[in-house]
């Protein structure tokens, strides 16, 4: 019979002989012996040095996208495992597994550590854990259904969801570097420059004014604003009665001969409001005025913007070539330079110069008669010599100027009546080489100064007052 060997089946025991029982029992007690040393020097070694804990192995992600492809839950790698007889806070979450939309799509795989962050909230208020899903990521230009590869989340989907948001979605404009404006030291010096200063002075006196003018220089936007002032003038203050106006033709030229008188020449601006807004066409006039009248500070340029032309014989030529009505006013400076005392008594028509213009255009003559001009600015004297240093013919002295200052310079309120008589054809009487017999001229000339005389007179006689008519 064989020799059994101690230790090497328990059960056998009583095989045993005394004496190898009694070995049997040192053996025991020497294991016992040795036993309880071994745990005394552990305690000692690990009350010197702290156990260090292994760091959790996360798991790799290609075994978890093999786990969800076979349809297996993935477990988390750092999940959370009970110690010793203490009782987990919350039961482990295994992480939410998204449905794959077609038969290629991949399901995607939510991290286990944010399942069971989720599962310790919900627990913590006493609530269900949701299911916990994905964020929306069609927003970002990623379709989570169609790839083929699992989206992990954490700090590295952020990571990519940030740049691909501010890469691939960004505008291009956007990308482009930004354009510095000029400095506060630029734009001061840009202020200092002399440039800046004209053009802003041009703007400004380009506010009121038209881009396009005519030939001789009428502006429509500035005849538009100082009509206003004529049609004050026209209707409130000399109020101006139009009679004849029926005499003037709607349609082309037309060679209006008037008297002159009043100091300024206010009867041009009224005959040409007077025909621009009561005639039934509303044609324009463009009256011929004498050259002092251009060395004035601003009127001559005013006179020239509304439509009035530097009286001259090429001028009124042009002009009724373009089938306009222009306005002469034989008289000249003697008319509007002469005393009260000699008012509404024509002076000398010149050399006949208007005949000639109407018989080479073939412009039938209107005559006019303006009354009231002569009392707006009633002039006792003139002074000559102080006006040849200052470019005019002379200096005038009427009742309230140079006495009242610049107050003296305005207009008084007097009624004022435009007379417009029958036309004269001159070329269907004498024909369009007439005008180089200056006899002829001469004595056409003096018919029509008559007849402007005879006007005047005949609507005097019908006035009864100056203010009032």
């Given at each position: 019979m064989a020799k059994s060997v101690l230790g090497d089946d328990p059960f056998a025991a009583g095989d045993r002989t005394p004496g190898d029982q009694g070995r049997a029992a040192k053996k025991a007690r020497a294991k016992k012996k040795t036993a309880k040393k071994a745990p005394t020097k552990k305690k000692s070694a690990a009350k010197k040095a702290p156990a260090k804990k292994a760091p959790a192995k996360k798991a790799p992600a290609k075994k978890t996208a093999?786990?969800?492809?076979?349809?297996?839950?993935?477990?988390?790698?750092?999940?959370?495992?009970?110690?010793?007889?203490?009782?987990?806070?919350?039961?482990?979450?295994?992480?939410?597994?998204?449905?794959?939309?077609?038969?290629?799509?991949?399901?995607?795989?939510?991290?286990?550590?944010?399942?069971?962050?989720?599962?310790?909230?919900?627990?913590?208020?006493?609530e269900a854990p949701p299911e916990a899903t994905p964020a929306p990521l069609s927003g970002h230009g990623i379709d989570p259904e169609a790839g083929r590869r699992p989206v992990h989340s954490g700090s590295l989907v952020d990571e990519l969801r940030r740049i691909e948001h501010h890469v691939t979605r960004r505008p291009r404009d956007a990308m482009q570097p930004a354009v510095r404006g000029p400095s506060l030291l630029d734009r001061v010096g840009q202020m200092m420059r002399p440039d800046t200063y004209r053009a802003w002075l041009s703007g400004w006196k380009m506010r009121t004014r038209s881009d396009v003018v005519d030939d001789f220089g009428l502006d429509p936007v500035y005849a538009e604003r100082w009509g206003k002032l004529l049609e004050f003038l026209y209707h409130s203050y000399f109020r101006v009665e139009a009679v004849g106006m029926d005499n003037l033709p709607d349609h082309g030229r037309a060679l209006i001969v008037s008297n002159h008188s009043g100091t300024l020449p206010l009867d041009g601006a009224m005959i040409m409001y007077a025909v621009r807004f009561c005639h039934p066409a509303h044609r324009d006039v463009r009256p011929l005025v004498e050259d002092f009248v251009f060395h004035f500070p601003f009127l001559g340029m005013t006179m020239n913007r509304i439509g009035c032309v530097r009286?001259?014989?090429?001028?009124?030529?042009?002009?009724?070539?373009?089938?306009?009505?222009?306005?002469?006013?034989?008289?000249?400076?003697?008319?509007?330079?002469?005393?009260?005392?000699?008012?509404?008594?024509?002076?000398?028509?010149?050399?006949?110069?208007?005949?000639?213009?109407?018989?080479?255009?073939?412009?039938?003559?209107?005559?006019?008669?303006?009354?009231?001009?002569?009392?707006?600015?009633?002039?006792?004297?003139?002074?000559?010599?102080?006006?040849?240093?200052?470019?005019?013919?002379?200096?005038?002295?009427?009742?309230?100027?140079?006495?009242?200052?610049?107050?003296?310079?305005?207009?008084?309120?007097?009624?004022?009546?435009?007379?417009?008589?029958?036309?004269?054809?001159?070329?269907?009487?004498?024909?369009?080489?007439?005008h180089n017999d200056r006899i002829l001229v001469n004595r056409l000339t003096e018919q029509v100064r008559s007849t402007i005389q005879t006007m005047v007179d005949d609507t005097l006689s019908s006035r009864r007052s100056i203010i009032f008519g």
């Open positions: 093999k786990k969800a492809r076979a349809g297996k839950p993935a477990t988390p790698a750092n999940s959370d495992r009970p110690t010793g007889g203490a009782a987990p806070a919350s039961p482990p979450v295994a992480p939410t597994l998204r449905k794959p939309a077609g038969p290629g799509a991949v399901p995607l795989v939510i991290d286990g550590a944010a399942a069971r962050r989720a599962a310790r909230a919900t627990a913590t208020l006493g009286a001259c014989q090429e001028n009124a030529e042009r002009l009724l070539e373009g089938d306009q009505v222009v306005a002469v006013f034989p008289e000249g400076i003697k008319g509007i330079g002469k005393r009260y005392s000699k008012r509404y008594q024509l002076q000398r028509f010149g050399r006949g110069g208007f005949v000639k213009l109407a018989l080479k255009s073939g412009a039938p003559i209107i005559p006019a008669a303006v009354i009231g001009a002569e009392e707006a600015y009633p002039m006792l004297t003139k002074v000559t010599w102080l006006a040849k240093y200052l470019g005019i013919p002379y200096i005038p002295i009427t009742p309230t100027f140079p006495w009242l200052g610049p107050a003296g310079a305005l207009p008084l309120p007097s009624k004022w009546t435009i007379r417009f008589g029958e036309p004269m054809d001159l070329v269907g009487k004498h024909g369009t080489d007439a």
